[in-house]
Structure formats: C-alpha cells, structure tokens
C-alpha cells in the first residue's frame, strides 16, 4: 500500500475526508496517495517526497490493481502495465527532487480498489529503511468536507461552449496563457498537434516559442493550469489537424505511430481526450469505395483503428470530437467519395463518425468557410444566416442518404453529440454569423420558434452547444461570443 503510517494520506471519499497520520516516521523517499471519488472510480494523486539528505535525480513508483480495477488516463509521468502491476517513472522535467522537496503525478482510475504492494525506486512507499524503534498506536480521525470539484473524466455541461486555444503558435489575435483562458469555456481544444511528415502518423505539440509568444507560460505553469481547469470540470483536448496539419495515415505503421504519438501528448499533459480536425487532402476516398458502412480506403479504414485504439486505451471518460468542415460531410448527402465528377473527399468523414458515433462526445461541423450546401429540404444554403446553420444541423440530427441512395442512410446522430461551428468574429474564419442570428438558428433548432425558409425535420431541445474558432480571436473581438452565447447557454 502507499504510506499510510509514515505520512499523511487523505481519501476523499464522496464528501468525506478521511485521515490516517502517525508521528512516528521513517526517513527516506516517500510515496503518498490521494484521490477524488465518483461512481465507478477516481482521479489519484501521487507525492513523491524526498525526506534524505540528498537530492534524487530519478523516481519510479510501482504497485498492484485487483482485475476490477485499471488505469485510464495518466499525467506527469509514464506508464508501463504488465497485466496489474503498474510502474510509472517520471518525466524528464520532474526526475529530479531536491532534499525535503517533493513532485506529484497524477491518473483516473476506473474501478474503486486502492493501490496495493507500493514500492518506490524498489523500496517501501512508507520509505523503507530501519522501522522507528519506538511504538506507536496509529490514530484515525474523521471529518466532512467537500470534493475539490468533479473529476477530470466527469461529464460534460448541458449546454457546452468549445474554444479552440492557439496553443502552438501565435497570429493576430494574440497569445492567451491557459490561466488566463475565461470560465465561460466548457471544452478547450489545444491546436495544434501536427505530423512531422504528412504520412508519418508522428504527432507532435510543442508550446508556442517564446520568440513568437514572448508571453508563453513555463510547460510546468502550463500543466498546472490544464489540472486547475479540469478540477473546475473543463475538459482539455489535443487537437490534431487544422489547416496546415496534413494526416494521412496510409499505412498500419503510420497508424499505430499516431497511437503511440498522440497517447504521449495525453499523458504529457494530463489530457481529456481528442479532437480530430483533420482537413485540406486528410482524408479522401478510393475509387469504388462508396459505401460510408464500410470503408475500405487505408486512410479511412486506419483512423478509424487508431481512433478505437485511443478509446481502448483511456476508456469510458475519453472524450472524442471531431471539427469537419461542411465539404466532408453534409456535402456528402449529394456527391460522397467523387459522385458525378466531384473531388473523392467529399464526404470523406462520414465513415469515421459512422464508425465511431458510440464514442464521439461531439460533433461540431464548421459552418463557416464553406461554399453553398444542398440542404434536406433540396435547396441551396449559404454561410453567414440562421438558415445555413439549421439546415446543416438538422442533416446531422435527421440523418440523410448518402450520395442520395436511400439504401444507404447516414443515421442520426444523438441530440447531445451536436454542437454548432461558428468563427468568433469576422476576422476568424469567413461566414461570420451576427449573434442575433445565431440565437434565432438556436431558437429554431431547439424551440421549433423563429424559423426561417428552411424548416427543421424535427425538435432539438437537447443540442449541446457552440463550437468557435478561437477562444483568442474572441478575445480580440472582446469576448462577445462567449459572454453573448454563454449567457443564452446557461450551463
């Protein structure tokens, strides 16, 4: 077990706080555990401390799970498994630890044993060495207090709001620490993690330099600010893509580097999940394959693999997105993989969201920056109005056929996996919606009120939210989005 007798450990246990503390204490490095509870597991937090005389430079700290209960998602140190037995060592800026100086690390359990046979650097977690000679009877005090906050696998809002930061690079809307990030932000997407080759399947997130963000936070402040967002309940994602990061994987190599390769960034950070904003030629379709239920082109075929991989691997409190634009999907209702001439991308996500509709969080299509969209109703609609926002979001909510072949029907997705893609302002992305018109898309989504020439196939009362390119260009735009949008969406 962790040390229980030679160092202070709080279980917090729903809203109870429980103790177990004895003055007698052996010198040496310790490994201390807590954890915030929910249903069926928890969020644990490890402290290493060094109560020697000298510093360490490493640390690796071992332990036991019954079959009932695993690690999920991890951060602030790596992680091997061999069936239950678990070791994590530290990362390259957490190694090492100065005389009386300690580090944590963190994971989500899902299950509710606790850790058993606690070894530190191969001794005891109570810090081994000689016992105390003295005896002493173990004290136990109980008192009430109050969680910190949902876990970072806890569940998202009723109504969402989804920003993407500009994490990784800096462009006229300026740089905004994630401290700095506004509460009205229910999910923040990091962008970007991009390859190092288009076909590698190697992802890799850097912070932005501090030659072009002269005020980029430490990594270290950077970390602690995603683990005070998440004990507030925000979700924070890698987001993988965007305009210049070009991912395809062509190959099981490159698909299983992309496994690998993202899992690092999520356990780096200490991350939520995953969003997948893959765009330009990411995805495109083979000749023949135009059957969306069953894809058969590699690119297709192996991000759905990987992408059910990452869910194995981090289980139910994962959180997957996806940020296609209109051409990928909604366009595919009349000329999916290349029908009648057109590009073979278009509707070149629809299988990935079909494939993986059991564990996606969150759709958000980007209504912007497109060009005219046959809707449901087999007319023409066009960005920037209430109209091309209901019309692309009942074909999500409704369903539709696929390249128009009854036969092969693109099945509705849950009220709840759906948000609306906006630009923040005018400068953010072309097809800027005022936020009248977006209350009034809203209102006729939801209410079946204010509804224009287009008329929705149904009701959605439970549509989760927006989604906006940026958290920063509405900074710029001094925060209209969120506090107008928030204000409309309360949680």
């Given at each position: 077990m962790f040390a229980r007798i030679a160092a202070v450990v709080s279980l917090v246990l729903?809203?109870?706080?429980?103790?177990?503390?004895s003055p007698a204490q052996a010198a040496g490095v310790t490994a201390t555990f807590s954890?915030?509870?929910?249903?069926?597991?928890?969020?644990?937090?490890?402290t290493i401390k060094n109560d020697t005389s000298s510093a360490i430079s490493s640390w690796k700290v071992e332990f036991d799970y019954p079959a009932d209960t695993s690690v999920g998602a991890y951060w602030d140190a790596l992680l091997t498994k061999n069936g239950n037995h678990n070791t994590f060592v530290n990362r390259e800026y957490n190694g090492s630890v100065a005389p009386g100086a300690s580090v944590t690390f963190g994971f989500n359990a899902a299950g509710t044993?606790?850790?058993?046979?606690?070894t530190i650097n191969g001794a005891a977690c109570t810090g081994g060495g000689t016992p105390p000679t003295s005896t002493t009877t173990t004290t136990t005090t109980t008192t009430t207090t109050t969680s910190t906050g949902p876990p970072p696998g806890g569940s998202l809002p009723r109504k969402v709001l989804v920003g993407y930061l500009h994490a990784s690079f800096a462009n006229g809307s300026g740089y905004i620490r994630m401290a700095d990030v506004p509460d009205e932000w229910d999910v923040i997407n990091l962008s970007f993690g991009e390859p190092t080759s288009v076909t590698s399947g190697d992802i890799r997130f850097q912070q932005c330099p501090v030659a072009e963000c002269p005020n980029v936070e430490s990594e270290s402040a950077f970390i602690a600010a995603i683990r005070a967002k998440q004990q507030q309940g925000k979700k924070v994602l890698i987001s993988i893509g965007?305009?210049?990061?070009?991912?395809?994987?062509?190959?099981?190599?490159?698909?299983?580097?992309?496994?690998?390769?993202?899992?690092?960034?999520?356990?780096?950070?200490?991350?939520?999940?995953?969003?997948?904003?893959?765009?330009?030629?990411s995805l495109s379709l083979n000749a023949g394959d135009t059957d969306f239920r069953n894809p058969t082109t590699p690119v297709i075929?192996?991000?759905?693999?990987?992408?059910?991989?990452?869910?194995?691997?981090?289980?139910?409190?994962?959180?997957l997105t996806m940020a296609p634009e209109t051409f990928f999907v909604q366009v595919g209702y009349q000329f999916y993989g290349g029908a009648g001439g057109a590009d073979n991308r278009t509707g070149a996500y629809l299988?990935?969201?079909h494939a993986m509709r059991d564990d996606l969080t969150l759709l958000h299509v980007q209504d912007y920056n497109s060009g005219p969209v046959m809707g449901l109703d087999n007319q023409y609609h066009f960005m920037g109005g209430a109209d091309f926002h209901v019309a692309m979001t009942d074909m999500v909510l409704a369903g539709f056929p696929v390249r128009g072949d009854s036969t092969k029907f693109f099945p509705a997705l849950r009220q709840e996996q759906v948000a609306i893609g906006l630009p923040a302002s005018i400068n953010a992305g072309n097809g800027f919606t005022s936020v009248t018109d977006v209350h009034t898309a809203l209102n006729?989504?939801?209410?079946?009120?204010?509804?224009?020439?287009?008329?929705p196939k149904g009701v959605y009362p439970n549509l989760r939210g927006l989604m906006t390119w940026s958290i920063n260009w509405d900074k710029y735009n001094n925060y209209e989005f969120s506090k107008q949008h928030r204000a409309f969406l309360p949680r």
């Amino acid at each position: 077990m962790f040390a229980r007798i030679a160092a202070v450990v709080s279980l917090v246990l729903g809203a109870v706080l429980v103790s177990f503390a004895s003055p007698a204490q052996a010198a040496g490095v310790t490994a201390t555990f807590s954890k915030s509870t929910w249903s069926s597991g928890y969020t644990a937090t490890v402290t290493i401390k060094n109560d020697t005389s000298s510093a360490i430079s490493s640390w690796k700290v071992e332990f036991d799970y019954p079959a009932d209960t695993s690690v999920g998602a991890y951060w602030d140190a790596l992680l091997t498994k061999n069936g239950n037995h678990n070791t994590f060592v530290n990362r390259e800026y957490n190694g090492s630890v100065a005389p009386g100086a300690s580090v944590t690390f963190g994971f989500n359990a899902a299950g509710t044993a606790d850790p058993a046979n606690c070894t530190i650097n191969g001794a005891a977690c109570t810090g081994g060495g000689t016992p105390p000679t003295s005896t002493t009877t173990t004290t136990t005090t109980t008192t009430t207090t109050t969680s910190t906050g949902p876990p970072p696998g806890g569940s998202l809002p009723r109504k969402v709001l989804v920003g993407y930061l500009h994490a990784s690079f800096a462009n006229g809307s300026g740089y905004i620490r994630m401290a700095d990030v506004p509460d009205e932000w229910d999910v923040i997407n990091l962008s970007f993690g991009e390859p190092t080759s288009v076909t590698s399947g190697d992802i890799r997130f850097q912070q932005c330099p501090v030659a072009e963000c002269p005020n980029v936070e430490s990594e270290s402040a950077f970390i602690a600010a995603i683990r005070a967002k998440q004990q507030q309940g925000k979700k924070v994602l890698i987001s993988i893509g965007g305009q210049n990061g070009q991912v395809q994987l062509t190959t099981t190599a490159a698909r299983d580097k992309f496994v690998s390769s993202v899992s690092a960034i999520i356990d780096r950070y200490g991350l939520n999940g995953l969003d997948i904003d893959f765009e330009g030629h990411s995805l495109s379709l083979n000749a023949g394959d135009t059957d969306f239920r069953n894809p058969t082109t590699p690119v297709i075929v192996n991000l759905i693999s990987a992408l059910k991989s990452l869910k194995a691997r981090y289980g139910a409190n994962f959180v997957l997105t996806m940020a296609p634009e209109t051409f990928f999907v909604q366009v595919g209702y009349q000329f999916y993989g290349g029908a009648g001439g057109a590009d073979n991308r278009t509707g070149a996500y629809l299988p990935v969201i079909h494939a993986m509709r059991d564990d996606l969080t969150l759709l958000h299509v980007q209504d912007y920056n497109s060009g005219p969209v046959m809707g449901l109703d087999n007319q023409y609609h066009f960005m920037g109005g209430a109209d091309f926002h209901v019309a692309m979001t009942d074909m999500v909510l409704a369903g539709f056929p696929v390249r128009g072949d009854s036969t092969k029907f693109f099945p509705a997705l849950r009220q709840e996996q759906v948000a609306i893609g906006l630009p923040a302002s005018i400068n953010a992305g072309n097809g800027f919606t005022s936020v009248t018109d977006v209350h009034t898309a809203l209102n006729c989504l939801m209410k079946g009120t204010s509804c224009g020439s287009y008329k929705p196939k149904g009701v959605y009362p439970n549509l989760r939210g927006l989604m906006t390119w940026s958290i920063n260009w509405d900074k710029y735009n001094n925060y209209e989005f969120s506090k107008q949008h928030r204000a409309f969406l309360p949680r």
